[in-house]
């Protein structure tokens, strides 16, 4: 259901848990540590700020949540605490509020299965998708501007995109669609439809452009093609000496760019995705109107993975304070962590090149990626879709930690299987459960943990489960 208002039955559990704040002085957040959890846990924290409240937030990994204690008044979770049971030491007097968009283990009768006071809520409760529709953070967003808050919906912009919200079709909708619109009319955001590539505001174009697709195109990995490419469409590089991005270029320009590199791609892809290329080419894209320009900060999506840069690495605090408004000493670390991130990501992906780590199957495509840390394997899995073949997901496998029997698996594919009607995330859940595992996931970028003796077993039933969904030729 694409419902673009908050449904009168979830209103009141926001009411409720509005009343419940403002009853409580001792407060403890815990919200996840992706962007959508960093996003949700600073909206929060910022709302307790302009309330007096005092608090505390700590951000945290799915897998801590089992032996939580429940030790303060209040206790929020945001971005997590549906699908687990975080309530095993809460007391009678205890107030819990959950803010989660995954699949709950509660119904709505929830109230009468505890002791203690509790807030859920949760889209699902409601038949809203939780996966497009609203994230952690927007749901955080909308208990803030209960209190008045509309100004905070800019991150819960950045929350939806840096948690995928909009990649079926390019856009933000349902219940994101609000917030979106708030953050227009508080001056906060632009919308353009522009073309997809990443690091709009920071990356030269030329590199930009090598980067731009997982379909295998003479551009892709190949700056010196790319270089060439432009030169033909009449694109300067550099703009008084320097490097031009894709924010520097006119709308003529990029309508030139857009229609080549429909020509392009439609010539290489399969026939039956061709329908699905303009879609692949340009999207709506997001821009904060009070960052400054050419930085990292102004696009949403460069803005997100700064932030998912700083969880990698365990700076989460770093995040928070740029969130919330720390645009002084923050942001030289925020760059710092930027920039070394990037420098994992470039040599860990050289390692799996020069390796040739990449074995390929019928209907998949995999690689061990023992060492690599285990957050990242899913961007690295990303990255190198395009060094193996695009027609079928990658999937990387790293072991969770020495004591652990776990194996993660993180997968990634084209969107062009996505707009074909395949869901990974889907599929991966029911793979992940054959095996004694679980997952799930978006449809391009998904995930699962199953027990460390189980990759063949895993990697053969899922070979199988595609086949006849993948094109091989
Ligand atoms: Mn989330």
Not at 22 to 27: A, L, Q, R, Y
Not at 242 to 253: A, H, K, V, Y
Not at 352 to 373: A, H, M, V, W
Not at 399 to 416: I, P, T
Request: glycine residues 6%; charged residues 25%.
């Amino acid at each position: 259901m694409t419902t673009t208002e908050i449904p009168p039955e979830m209103d009141k559990v926001y009411e409720n848990a509005k009343k419940t704040i403002e009853s409580s002085e001792d407060i403890k957040i815990y919200s996840h540590n992706d962007c959508d959890g960093i996003s949700a846990g600073s909206i929060l924290s910022i709302t307790l700020d302009h309330l007096n409240k005092d608090h505390e937030v700590e951000f945290i990994s799915l897998d801590k949540l089992d032996d939580l204690k429940i030790e303060h008044e209040l206790t929020i979770f945001s971005d997590l605490g549906s699908g687990q049971r975080i309530d095993n030491s809460a007391k009678n007097s205890s107030k819990i509020i959950i803010l989660d968009h995954h699949p709950p283990i509660r119904d709505l009768n929830y109230k009468n299965e505890v002791n203690y006071d509790l807030n859920e809520i949760n889209p699902l409760h409601y038949d809203i998708d939780g996966s497009h529709y609203v994230s952690g953070g927007g749901l955080s967003y909308f208990l803030a501007k209960k209190f008045g808050f509309n100004s905070l919906s800019w991150i819960g912009v950045l929350s939806a995109v840096g948690d995928m919200q909009n990649s079926r079709t390019g856009k933000l909708e349902g219940l994101n669609s609000i917030i979106l619109q708030d953050a227009i009319r508080k001056g906060n955001i632009k919308v353009v439809n522009d073309l997809s590539f990443y690091g709009k505001q920071t990356r030269p174009l030329f590199v930009a452009l090598s980067y731009f697709s997982d379909v295998e195109l003479p551009i892709t990995n190949n700056t010196t093609e790319a270089i060439a490419l432009m030169k033909d469409l009449g694109i300067e590089r550099k703009n008084d000496g320097i490097f031009r991005t894709l924010s520097d270029l006119t709308n003529e320009e990029k309508s030139r760019l857009f229609s080549e590199l429909v020509k392009m791609l439609s010539r290489v892809v399969p026939d039956r995705y061709v329908k699905h290329v303009p879609k692949l080419v340009a999207a709506d894209s997001y821009e904060f109107l009070n960052e400054e320009n050419k930085t990292f900060l102004r696009d949403v999506s460069e803005f997100s993975t700064a932030i998912n840069a700083c969880s990698r690495n365990n700076r989460e605090d770093i995040a928070l304070k740029i969130l919330k408004g720390d645009r002084m000493e923050s942001l030289d670390e925020m760059e710092a962590i930027l920039k070394d991130h990037k420098i994992y990501l470039a040599q860990t992906i050289h390692k799996i090149e020069e390796k040739d780590l990449i074995i390929e199957k019928e209907n998949i495509q995999y690689f061990d990626g023992t060492g690599i840390k285990t957050n990242i394997v899913g961007t690295i899995a990303g990255m190198i879709l395009s060094q193996g073949n695009w027609k079928k997901p990658i999937l990387g496998f790293t072991q969770v930690d020495e004591e652990n029997e776990n194996l993660k698996v993180s997968l990634r594919c084209s969107k062009l299987l996505a707009y074909d009607g395949i869901h990974f995330g889907n599929i991966i859940r029911e793979i992940a459960e054959s095996v004694g595992g679980e997952g799930g996931g978006h449809s391009v970028a998904c995930g699962a943990y199953i027990p460390l003796n189980k990759r063949e077993k895993f990697l053969e039933t899922f070979n199988q489960r595609l086949n006849g969904l993948i094109i091989n030729d």
